[in-house]
């Protein structure tokens, strides 16, 4: 609690319980809305993920390719939920994302999906395999 909001407190009669309180119920407020926006985004993601999967595998006509979609956009999702969980912290800073090891699982879903989409456009192809 800063000295401020104690100052504040004293100079409009309350007491210092009194300003502790409000302090704390503001943080917890403040807790509170981080934690229901994760879990909208968690909600929203994994629905848009299970409805564009469900479209895809009804038209899917190459595996590889079907591969490659999905990973895409399971890797999508999980950098949209670690972003916003690292957006709404407290402190965020940029190194903060190079720390983390979910951020290399990332990288590499993109990088195997990427592996997935050369497959079927590029490599099949120069190699004749249909």
């Not at 807790?31 to 993601?45: E, N, T, V």
Request: charged residues 20%; aromatic residues 14%; hydrophobic residues 50%.
């Amino acid at each position: 609690m800063s000295k401020k909001t104690l100052v504040e407190g004293s100079l409009k009669g309350e007491s210092s319980t009194e300003a502790l309180i409000e302090s704390r119920v503001s943080l917890e407020a403040r807790r509170l809305r981080q934690d229901f926006m994760i879990i909208f985004g968690l909600f929203a993601s994994i629905i848009a993920f299970l409805t564009i999967e469900v479209s895809i595998f009804q038209n899917a006509t190459r595996f590889s390719l079907l591969i490659g979609t999905s990973l895409t956009l399971l890797g999508s999702m999980i950098f949209f939920i670690f972003a916003l969980k690292n957006t709404l912290k407290d402190d965020p800073r940029a190194s903060d994302y190079f720390k983390n090891p979910l951020f290399y699982m990332i990288i590499a879903i993109f990088v195997a999906a990427g592996i997935c989409f050369a497959w079927t456009s590029i490599i099949k192809p120069f190699l004749g395999i249909i």
